[in-house]
């Protein structure tokens, strides 16, 4: 008999420092392709909430000015390194420093501008968000 499965709830955020700077890493998780921090939204956790506590464990920031960008979904991609399903709400937010601090899911990590960005081999989401960024003038614009 086949068991059910579902599509799992996640985040991810676009974070910008005060010099206008984003984060972006690299994971083995994304066949090293780089793309933003995020991760599993927890039973019972806000997706606010989520995502300050990803933000925390994998890259030790804490964020403000948190905007809701726009939801993802992740279909058994074939640069993640395993079939999985997320449905994954994606942010743009700040840090008021770029001192980060990995957890053992970052392999590296870079601080660039939007348009450097897109010179990175990121994966497609993270693609999208820089575009979306760009396309809405954030972080310049917005606070």
Same mark, same amino acid.
């Given at each position: 008999m086949n068991e059910k499965r579902?599509?799992?709830p996640a985040v991810a955020a676009l974070i910008a420092a005060p010099d206008q700077r984003v984060l972006l890493v690299r994971?083995?998780?994304?066949?090293?392709?780089?793309g933003v921090p995020g991760g599993k939204v927890n039973y019972g956790e806000t997706l606010e909430a989520a995502l300050r506590r990803e933000m925390l464990e994998e890259?030790? @920031? %804490?964020?403000?000015?948190? #905007?809701?960008a726009f939801n993802a979904e992740l279909i058994e991609d074939e640069d993640?390194?395993?079939?999985?399903?997320?449905v994954s709400a994606e942010y743009l937010a700040?840090?008021?420093?770029?001192k980060v601090v990995t957890n053992n899911e970052i392999e590296t990590f870079a601080w660039v501008t939007?348009?450097?960005? @897109? %010179?990175?081999?990121?994966? #497609?989401?993270?693609?999208?968000?820089?575009e979306y960024a760009l396309e809405c003038d954030w972080p310049e614009r917005h606070d």
């Amino acid at each position: 008999m086949n068991e059910k499965r579902y599509p799992i709830p996640a985040v991810a955020a676009l974070i910008a420092a005060p010099d206008q700077r984003v984060l972006l890493v690299r994971t083995v998780k994304w066949s090293g392709l780089w793309g933003v921090p995020g991760g599993k939204v927890n039973y019972g956790e806000t997706l606010e909430a989520a995502l300050r506590r990803e933000m925390l464990e994998e890259v030790g @920031l %804490e964020l403000q000015n948190i #905007r809701f960008a726009f939801n993802a979904e992740l279909i058994e991609d074939e640069d993640f390194h395993k079939p999985m399903h997320f449905v994954s709400a994606e942010y743009l937010a700040r840090s008021s420093h770029n001192k980060v601090v990995t957890n053992n899911e970052i392999e590296t990590f870079a601080w660039v501008t939007l348009r450097e960005a @897109l %010179e990175y081999r990121v994966n #497609r989401y993270t693609r999208v968000l820089i575009e979306y960024a760009l396309e809405c003038d954030w972080p310049e614009r917005h606070d």
